[in-house]
């Protein structure tokens, strides 16, 4: 039976026996920890005042100490219920050590390197040599303690699954990824009274979108009399960059051209088709002209719920509605999906198939008590405990919870363990995302022994009882997963590793050229564009995902 599927509060006594040996494990190696100056500080091992009762508690037995290292954590242990209450149901006495999202890769390099003492690591695999610390041995392979598929079946069915398969190094387990709907939840959202002043539908292509782009910054979309209005702010560092770059081009790494052969994305004709919409936007003025010197990954949502452009892009429409409706109470919101699209280069889809992961939990070989760690991560993977880090406390932080929706959450609860500032996920608290999922809800692994991708998309999403009723757009994240592109090369390749650093730095530099030096030099750019990346490493990535073809039959 399925940790998952177990409800803790509920285990006979025969059964609870049996759970105290098992997950007691190993005692800590060393029961200190290293001082970090940006450690939150280790837990007191205090609980709080309601919930299920520890799994592996024993009365005898000190909680096992865990540093565990997650970006940009902004909560403390020691004080916060929800990780009181976390530590009490895993007796797991709890340090977070953290950097900012800027910092993180050096931070973890660091670590590992030095070994420092750390027991667990939330890893961006896509900035940090994952395959290279595995292979020099700075991560522990976690084979032998998977084998116990009783004690471990939540992980252990993650980390040899199908859709996890390039986690695998030489055959081997080094991590478990973090649960992801493709793309996070990201999706653009268009004011539709925006569009009913100014005669337009919903865009499905490109001409339509160009007229959208247009209207909404020449007819006064607003009613304001000003010229003070732009369909979209679009930021090179944002989200909606990459919304603009798949209009003519799915959003993969590697995909097949009609004849057949090997395509990187970066240097199609779909993707020069892209860049050239968005040059002649730029050119025309219908959007503003600080494209590539925005900072602020916040300003482009932020400029649509002010109401002074209209379409957004949210990973949570539960909240940015909310908050356009603040401002603008007229307001009404369509999400744009499928996203508008050139049929002749892509589906409109904003995810691939292959972006069901965002870091992945590592153990460094300075862990000090791997069952144990393991056992708080199959915890948190469980229903009760993604009910936990995503909404509190039953009692507490809401009163009851029903098939996803949870009744009388408290705002005043929850402002006394967070704030919301501090990136609260739309149920609650703000690590709902990074420890071991970011799906919000829970998932039925029982029902789909074998067959992950299908448990994921299946999964219940947590909603508020208000937003349930309110809310038309709660279910956002398994939307964009109905309509996905296909990612032709699903491995984690070496020569990426490698050159990705330095082909993202010259694709950054030719996209601002591309768009605004003058027209007439358009294609001359794109030419060294593409000549510059293939001397750079493209060339190596293409001998590599070539090989990887032939070798899986594709």
């Known amino acids: 039976m399925m940790e998952s599927k177990r409800k803790w509060s509920q285990v006979p006594g025969a059964l609870v026996l049996t759970l105290l040996l098992a997950l007691s494990g190993c005692t800590a190696a060393s029961n200190s920890s290293e001082a970090n100056p940006q450690s939150t500080g280790p837990a007191s091992g205090n609980s709080s005042e309601a919930g299920e009762p520890r799994t592996g508690d024993a009365a005898a037995e000190e909680p096992t100490e865990i540093r565990f290292f997650r970006v940009a954590?902004?909560?403390?242990?020691?004080?916060?219920?929800?990780?009181?209450?976390?530590?009490?149901?895993?007796?797991?006495?709890?340090?977070?050590?953290?950097?900012?999202?800027?910092?993180?890769?050096?931070?973890?390099?660091?670590?590992?390197?030095?070994?420092?003492?750390?027991?667990?690591?939330?890893?961006?695999?896509?900035?940090?040599?994952?395959?290279?610390?595995?292979?020099?041995?700075?991560?522990?392979?976690?084979?032998?303690?998977?084998?116990?598929?009783?004690?471990?079946?939540?992980?252990?069915?993650?980390?040899?699954?199908?859709?996890?398969?390039?986690?695998?190094?030489?055959?081997?387990?080094?991590?478990?990824?973090?649960?992801?709907?493709?793309?996070?939840?990201?999706?653009?959202?268009?004011?539709?009274?925006?569009?009913?002043?100014?005669?337009?539908?919903?865009?499905?292509?490109?001409?339509?979108?160009?007229?959208?782009?247009?209207?909404?910054?020449?007819?006064?979309p607003d009613g304001n009399g000003q010229d003070d209005t732009y369909a979209m702010i679009v930021a090179q560092i944002f989200d909606s960059w990459g919304l603009m770059m798949r209009l003519s081009s799915p959003p993969v790494t590697w995909m097949e051209n009609e004849d057949g052969s090997l395509q990187y994305t970066g240097t199609s004709e779909g993707q020069k088709a892209s860049l050239r919409f968005v040059k002649r936007l730029y050119d025309e003025g219908l959007i503003n002209q600080d494209v590539f010197t925005i900072r602020d990954r916040d300003y482009c949502l932020n400029d649509f719920t002010a109401g002074h452009s209209g379409i957004g892009f949210s990973p949570m429409w539960a909240k940015s509605l909310t908050e356009v409706k603040a401002n603008c109470p007229e307001a009404e919101v369509e999400l744009l999906f499928p996203a508008p699209h050139d049929p002749r280069y892509t589906n409109g889809a904003t995810v691939n198939d292959a972006g069901w992961s965002w870091l992945v939990n590592v153990l460094p070989k300075t862990c000090r008590n791997p069952e144990r760690v393991l056992d708080l991560l199959e915890y948190l993977n469980t229903d009760e405990g993604r009910k936990l880090m995503c909404t509190g406390i039953e009692g507490i932080h809401y009163d009851r919870y029903e098939d996803g929706v949870f009744y009388g959450i408290s705002q005043e609860e929850q402002d006394k363990d967070w704030d919301p500032k501090d990136g609260e996920g739309p149920t609650g608290h703000p690590l709902w995302w990074g420890l071991t999922s970011t799906i919000n809800g829970t998932i039925d692994f029982e029902a789909y022994p074998g067959d992950l991708l299908s448990a994921m998309q299946n999964c219940v999403t947590f909603v508020s009882e208000e937003d349930k009723a309110d809310n038309p757009f709660y279910e956002q994240r398994k939307m964009i997963c109905e309509v996905m592109a296909h990612e032709l090369i699903d491995a984690k390749l070496e020569t990426a590793s490698t050159y990705s650093g330095k082909l993202s730095s010259i694709s950054n530099e030719y996209q601002s050229r591309l768009i605004l030096e003058p027209a007439e030099n358009f294609d001359a750019i794109w030419d060294e564009y593409v000549e510059q990346m293939h001397a750079n490493g493209l060339d190596e990535m293409y001998e590599e995902a070539g090989q990887w073809l032939k070798e899986n039959g594709k």
């Open 73 to 220: 954590v902004t909560q403390d242990p020691t004080k916060d219920r929800v990780l009181l209450e976390l530590q009490k149901r895993t007796n797991t006495k709890l340090e977070f050590v953290t950097a900012p999202w800027d910092q993180q890769a050096t931070k973890v390099n660091t670590m590992l390197a030095s070994g420092e003492v750390i027991d667990v690591i939330s890893m961006d695999d896509g900035a940090v040599d994952y395959i290279g610390h595995a292979r020099n041995g700075t991560i522990l392979p976690l084979d032998d303690y998977l084998k116990d598929t009783e004690r471990y079946p939540i992980e252990s069915m993650i980390a040899y699954d199908n859709v996890y398969q390039k986690f695998l190094v030489d055959g081997k387990s080094y991590g478990i990824p973090c649960l992801n709907q493709p793309g996070g939840g990201w999706v653009a959202g268009i004011r539709k009274d925006w569009l009913d002043k100014v005669g337009l539908d919903v865009p499905t292509n490109l001409d339509e979108l160009y007229e959208v782009f247009r209207a909404f910054k020449e007819e006064d």
